[in-house]
């Protein structure tokens, strides 16, 4: 007969509650405002922590008095416990997000809420990352399930490694806590290591990935098992409580998202956490007292709640105003919901699955609870998928709703051609094409079909134009440069000139590297961006292409100057000029198109999209956010002298203001991207361009064959 004896249970901690009050407050905190606490996001380190030493602990009594886990209990107690809260907070998300936020929300939404339910939504995050282009929209309100989805896998596999570390103990008659320590330790320290190289090569990943940061959670682990057997005297514990405190709030203070995390800086909030959870352990302190006072723990009780409230009401909010920078009296709000919320959510949701009412006999109520914890996990991830799949049903009736793309009534910048005759274009109103919901779609040039990825330093070539045709244009550089396919396509096909796009992400031409501490995008020009702009000049030589037509974006400053210092613009103007006279010869000229304007982190389709938006209001936020970095690309052109130079930003930005609209044609992709649509409606004033400096390009009968 099975032993049923129940697991004996920890007698309630309340310091712990309120180190979660603690964690939780800083985590909203950051979010509403990160100037009011710049390490706030450290508050899931202490979640972590937490959440490893309370489970291990449960496991490891459990091991002591039964002399196994049982998994089914187990797992059937942490879907009662985290699933319903989350479940509820998942679709009313989605329905919110429906009705408030723009469609391009949605696609990404009805995935994220079903990753989210089934705990890979950190693997789902990570694996939309890689998409460079869509970093300027309004980032998800499930996002933050992230820190949820790492604890709830660690749930999953850390009582399988307790039993194999018992199996191995009693195999080998050692002590089951060394071989449980000794499990957990081995598992830490790799995550460890893995995390600290991560956060410095991919910091996308080591922020996310259970890998790397699975080590805060057993530091909870190594706690629990080696805490029994240590013996804290009050001095011992008041030194603990004191300086755990003292890191754990220096932490929240000092550590800031531009430090590689979690690398070691992360060892700074868990260890100062787990002083605190052994300061507590058998000795009453000064500062247990506080954590434990009545309003932390009040904090603490809800907090899981209240973490998983605030952020989607942080992302609505920022939606709904259009600015990250929220209104204090916003931000009140934000707070004041979060905690009805919360309270709400504790007691009829929280409560009430993991603790049923009806009395019945115990033995009856353990096997109803173990039988009744898988239907009810299945039930709440099928509600997840039901609502996820009416968002997609949603999203397709809206794109079935969308009016086809005509050039009459969608001239774009054809409207400012002299030549072009306005009176075609229909009275009535027209809404602005392309949605964003069709820019999901990313044109072949702007994927690794036509780029070099990041880590990649290979020529990567796609072709457009006339395939047959006797001259090559060559179309280099970055993703800015890629997107101007679309008008070299339609001149090319015209013409017949073969076009040639051989591009690399966040790469552009240019001889400044790592040698020169050059930064692009904030980011030092990294290794792969180096060897390809080393290939790229012998590769053009031998192509030996009737013209080279590039672009770039407005990239950051280098990391010792501020943005638009004079002297690192010269040098990265030089940078650009002594790229251009390595593959510029007189059979082969350079043609630049002068930097478009950027509007960094505001997403021109999804402003227009939101509701209640106008197109002028959407003017005057991309006027309030434009970036103004001098033309380096114009500076380049001057010094090489026989470079030629293309500037549309006119058209874009004329004296008046951005338009985020031309002529029914929605301008920008994203905050820094133009749309395919609209590069092609700007295919006449490009062709008009190059016939000025290049007219021989346009006569077949002259020039030498591509």
């Known amino acids: 007969m099975p032993d049923t004896r129940p697991a004996l249970r920890a007698p309630r901690r309340l310091d712990i509650q309120g180190l979660r009050a603690i964690a939780v407050l800083a985590v909203i905190a950051y979010h509403v405002r990160p100037s009011w606490l710049p390490g706030g996001f450290v508050g899931v380190d202490v979640f972590f922590v937490i959440s490893g030493f309370l489970i291990t602990g449960a496991l490891v009594r459990e091991l002591d008095s039964n002399g196994r886990i049982r998994l089914r209990r187990f797992w059937g107690r942490r879907v009662r416990r985290l699933m319903p809260a989350a479940t509820l907070v998942?679709?009313?998300?989605?329905?919110?997000?429906?009705?408030?936020?723009?469609?391009?929300?949605?696609?990404?939404?009805a995935a994220q809420g079903i990753a989210a339910s089934v705990s890979v939504q950190n693997w789902a995050l990570l694996a939309n990352s890689v998409n460079y282009l869509h970093a300027s929209e309004l980032p998800s309100p499930?996002?933050?399930?992230?820190?949820?989805?790492?604890?709830?896998?660690?749930?999953?596999?850390?009582?399988?490694?307790l039993i194999a570390a018992a199996w191995f103990a009693v195999r080998t008659g050692g002590r089951s806590r060394t071989w449980l320590l000794g499990a957990v330790s081995v598992i830490a320290v790799a995550s460890f290591v893995f995390g600290v190289v991560q956060s410095r090569v991919q910091p996308d990943v080591a922020y996310l990935s259970t890998a790397t940061r699975a080590w805060e959670l057993l530091i909870g682990s190594m706690l629990a098992i080696v805490l029994p057997g240590l013996r804290i005297g009050p001095r011992t514990a008041g030194a603990l409580a004191l300086t755990g405190a003292v890191a754990l709030v220096a932490s929240l203070w000092l550590i800031t998202g531009t430090m590689p995390f979690p690398g070691i800086v992360a060892?700074?909030?868990?260890?100062?956490?787990?002083?605190?959870?052994?300061?507590?352990?058998?000795?009453?302190?000064?500062?247990?007292?506080?954590l434990g006072s009545r309003p932390l723990t009040f904090v603490g009780d809800i907090s899981y709640s209240a973490y998983l409230w605030h952020w989607p009401l942080v992302v609505f909010?920022?939606?709904?105003?259009?600015?990250?920078?929220?209104?204090?009296?916003?931000?009140?709000?934000?707070?004041?919901?979060?905690?009805?919320?919360a309270v709400l959510s504790k007691r009829h949701v929280e409560?009430?699955?993991?603790?049923?009412?009806?009395?019945?006999?115990?033995?009856?109520?353990?096997?109803r609870f173990r039988r009744s914890s898988l239907a009810l996990g299945s039930a709440l991830v099928l509600s997840t998928v039901l609502a996820g799949s009416a968002l997609q049903f949603g999203l397709v009736r809206a794109e079935a709703a969308q009016a086809d793309f005509d050039a009459v009534a969608y001239p774009g910048a054809r409207l400012l051609d002299p030549d072009f005759h306005a009176s075609n274009v229909p009275d009535g109103p027209v809404p602005p094409r392309p949605t964003s919901l069709s820019l999901q779609k990313i044109e072949r040039q702007l994927t690794p079909e036509c780029m070099s990825?990041?880590?990649?330093?290979?020529?990567?070539?796609?072709?457009?134009?006339?395939?047959?045709?006797?001259?090559t244009v060559a179309l280099v550089g970055d993703s800015h440069a890629a997107e101007w396919l679309p008008a070299l396509d339609e001149i090319g096909a015209r013409e017949g000139w073969r076009i040639v796009v051989i591009a690399k992400q966040s790469c552009p031409l240019t001889t400044l590297g790592q040698a020169d501490d050059g930064y692009v995008d904030g980011d030092p020009v990294y290794p792969a961006c180096e060897a390809w702009n080393d290939r790229v000049t012998p590769f053009l030589r031998e192509l030996a292409p009737s013209l080279i037509v590039t672009s770039a974006a407005e990239y950051s400053t280098r990391h010792d100057f501020a943005p638009g210092d004079p002297v690192f613009e010269q040098i990265a103007a030089q940078a650009h000029t002594e790229a251009f006279m390595s593959i510029a010869t007189p059979e082969t000229p350079v043609v630049a198109i002068v930097e478009t304007p950027t509007f960094p982190g505001h997403s021109i389709p999804e402003c227009l999209e939101t509701p209640g938006r106008t197109v002028a209001e959407c003017a005057e936020s991309m006027d309030r956010s434009r970036s103004h970095a001098p033309s380096r690309?114009?500076?380049?052109?001057?010094?090489?002298?026989?470079?030629?130079?293309?500037?549309?930003?006119?058209?874009?930005?004329?004296?008046?203001?951005?338009?985020?609209?031309?002529?029914?044609?929605?301008?920008?992709?994203?905050?820094?991207?133009?749309?395919p649509q609209f590069v092609e409606s700007l295919t006449w004033f490009i062709e008009q361009q190059l016939r000025t400096q290049h007219p021989s390009l346009f006569d077949r009968g002259s020039g030498p064959a591509g």
């Open 351 to 367: 409560d009430r699955f993991l603790h049923p009412s009806p009395p019945v006999e115990p033995q009856r109520r353990r096997d």
């Open 317 to 341: 909010a920022i939606s709904l105003t259009g600015s990250a920078a929220l209104p204090l009296w916003v931000v009140a709000m934000i707070l004041a919901a979060t905690g009805v919320l």
């Open 453 to 471: 990825i990041v880590a990649d330093s290979s020529i990567t070539t796609c072709s457009g134009g006339d395939p047959e045709g006797d001259r």
């Open 267 to 290: 060892l700074v909030p868990t260890i100062a956490t787990a002083a605190l959870i052994a300061s507590g352990a058998a000795n009453e302190t000064r500062v247990g007292r506080v």
């Open 633 to 675: 690309l114009r500076v380049a052109a001057e010094l090489a002298g026989s470079v030629g130079l293309i500037d549309v930003n006119p058209l874009i930005c004329p004296p008046s203001g951005c338009r985020p609209v031309s002529g029914n044609v929605v301008v920008y992709r994203d905050d820094n991207h133009l749309t």
């Open 90 to 109: 998942i679709l009313v998300t989605l329905l919110v997000a429906y009705l408030v936020m723009p469609p391009t929300a949605w696609a990404g939404l």
């Open 142 to 161: 499930l996002q933050h399930f992230w820190s949820l989805s790492v604890e709830e896998q660690y749930y999953l596999v850390l009582p399988l490694v």
